[in-house]
């Protein structure tokens, strides 16, 4: 396996990567809404995005996506914010996710991250085991109230 900065050629496959990551949303909350498309998946956030592409015999079969943020509290502490990550169903248990976070991780530590930010919604049980896994501790508690 190899894991590669992903590069522009890669764009179409990190748009079905969140588009799979959607489609599994929904099934857990329907108000999970897609990125517009007009909008690139890959630079719809503020910050230095970081991607790596995971390659099996030259096979896309994973993404992360993430970016470089500057904490709200001290601005000289940067922090990364994984924003995606996806593995196809072919490759799962097989290595893949660790090997992504490893490369996000590596690569937000040499911009000088001080720590990786991540959003796990508890309702999916496949993100919360990756987590624990990948020894992410549980910081800090998000609640949500639908109007709709």
């Known amino acids: 396996m190899d894991i590669i900065r992903s ?6 496959y990190l748009s079905r ?9 929904q099934t857990i909350d329907p108000l999970y809404k897609p990125v517009p498309e007009d909008i690139d998946p890959v630079d719809y956030s503020q910050g230095p995005m970081l991607g790596y592409i995971a390659l099996i015999e030259g096979k896309e079969v994973g993404g992360v996506m993430g970016k470089l943020v500057l904490s709200p509290l001290d601005r000289s502490a940067p922090y990364a914010g994984l924003q995606a990550i996806w593995v196809d169903e072919a490759y799962r248990g097989q290595g893949v996710a660790h090997a992504l976070v490893q490369a996000f991780e590596n690569a937000a530590k040499e911009r000088g991250a001080q720590h990786v930010d991540i959003h796990v919604d508890v309702r999916n049980p496949f993100a919360v085991a990756l987590w624990m896994n990948e020894q992410y501790i549980t910081y800090q508690e998000r609640r949500k109230k639908n109007l709709l």
């Not at 590069?7 to 179409?12: G, I, L, T």
């Not at 990567?17 to 949303?25: D, E, G, K, M």
């Open 7 to 12: 590069r522009p050629e890669h764009n179409e």
């Open 17 to 25: 990567l969140s588009n799979n990551i959607l489609a599994f949303h």
